[in-house]
Every structure is written in C-alpha cells, then in structure tokens.
C-alpha cells in the first residue's frame, strides 16, 4: 500500500517564523504524498484579545461562542491556512487549502454540554471524506487542513486540530499506509518540562493513564494523545509526536 503522512503543526511553532520555516523545509522533504494540518489557536487568542474577546479554556478546548466562532473561523480558515498554503507553493507543493465545509470533508456535531460546561460552537467529528480526499491527493494536490468543520445545516464549528489530524489519518488509512505526525515545540512528551531532553520515548494506555494521574501529561496534552490512540485503534500505521526538524528522523515519543 503507498505510504501517506499526515503532519500536524501547532499553534506555536506557526507563531514562530524560524520554527515554521524548519517545518515547512521538513514537510516538502518528506517523499510521498502527505497532508497538513495546523492549529493556530495562539493566533486566534492574540486576535480575539485585540478585539476585547475573553478566551477561556477547558482541558485544551476552546469555548466557542458564535463572537469567538468569527474570529477562528478569519484566523484559522484565512490568515493562518492561506499563509501556509502560500508557503508550500513557494516550495513548489501544490497546495489547497481546506475547512471541514470544503467539498463537505468533515462533518461534525455541536458538542452538548460537559459536566454544565457549554463548549458552544465546538464541533465533535461524525465523518470524513477520506475517499474525496484521496482522490485529490492522487491528482497531486496536498491538502492543509484548518481545524474548522460543518454541522451540514450551515453552521461552522470550531474543532481541535489535533482531532482533524487524527480523523484525516483514520479516513486516509483505508487508502494508504499512513503515519501520523504531531510536531510541537518539543521533541516529544516530556517527563521534566525543565528538560528539554526529559522526552518520554513510548507511551502506551497503560503509561498513558499513570502520567495523567501523575500530571506529567495534562492540559492539552491529554486530548493530542487520545486522538492518537483513536487513531492507532482505526488503522493509522504509526503516530510520532516530535519536533519538526527531527520529522525524517523521529526519536522522540512514540504512541504504541
């Protein structure tokens, strides 16, 4: 089966003009076809602040009213998804940029409530369209995903990038052999956030569960790792969290 990597890239690294100049070097020298997926929710919270919008977080999700539901919908599917688009072009990877709507990739649910928490305009993911989406990776194309999706009825929902990676990787591992990327700031899951070189190499359920309790995993952490597993459990070859200047050659934490 022909190899496919889903690169996901975090809303710090995108922040950061060495960073994502590391990575976009990384991602057009991965041989293959490929696909990428970007957060951009520091972008949006800076954003959001200039227009006097409060952001408030539970376990690395977002609380989308439908005023934040605009701002994310102008950062993430327009001024962070066509800068990166217009990056890779200027690489010579012919890139589209797309949100769940486009060509009804994926869609989703708005979440019910949590514990009387109302996440508002957050959507959790019902389907995606890997067949559509492999068919234009074969015609060459390399998608970039925003971490936008649609409820089918008109509305767009704000979703965890980290969950559009993982739903894209699920979709696409029906048509390739693919592996997963989650490139952050870090070279993997660190046990010592003091330690730069404390990265965790494995992380099984089991471990998974321990580092929680123990805090070592928290915040939007926990999430990034779910999705893994998710994506393992449903056919996803291999995930690697990492660092993007070490994408050809991970040594750094791996989901089992």
Do not use: W
Request: hydrophobic share 40%; with cysteine.
């Amino acid at each position: 089966m022909e190899k496919l990597t889903v690169v996901k890239v975090g809303g710090a690294i995108v922040e950061d003009p060495q960073q994502l100049n590391v990575l976009m070097e990384a991602f057009c020298a991965i041989e293959g076809s490929k696909v990428l997926v970007h957060g951009g929710g520091r972008k949006a919270t800076d954003i959001a602040g200039k227009l006097g919008l409060e952001s408030r977080m539970v376990n690395g999700r977002r609380i989308t009213d439908k005023d934040m539901l605009q701002v994310v919908t102008m950062v993430y599917g327009g001024l962070v998804n066509k800068n990166l688009v217009a990056m890779l072009q200027a690489r010579s990877v012919n890139a589209l940029g797309l949100t769940g709507a486009d060509i009804n990739v994926m869609k989703a649910h708005k979440r019910p409530p949590v514990n009387d928490i109302d996440f508002g305009f957050v959507g959790d993911v019902d389907h995606t369209d890997g067949l559509t989406l492999a068919k234009l990776i074969r015609e060459g194309i390399t998608p970039v995903m925003a971490p936008l999706t649609h409820d089918g009825n008109g509305t767009l929902l704000n979703t965890n990038a980290d969950t559009i990676a993982s739903q894209t990787a699920r979709a696409l591992a029906k048509h390739y052999e693919v592996t997963l990327v989650y490139t952050f700031e870090h070279m993997g899951v660190l046990r010592n956030p003091e330690d730069p070189q404390s990265a965790i190499p494995t992380i099984n359920r089991d471990s998974f569960k321990q580092l929680v309790s123990e805090g070592v995993v928290s915040g939007g952490m926990i999430p990034k790792l779910e999705n893994a597993f998710q994506a393992i459990d449903e056919g996803v070859k291999r995930v690697i969290i990492t660092h993007p200047s070490v994408i050809h050659h991970p040594e750094s934490t791996i989901i089992s």
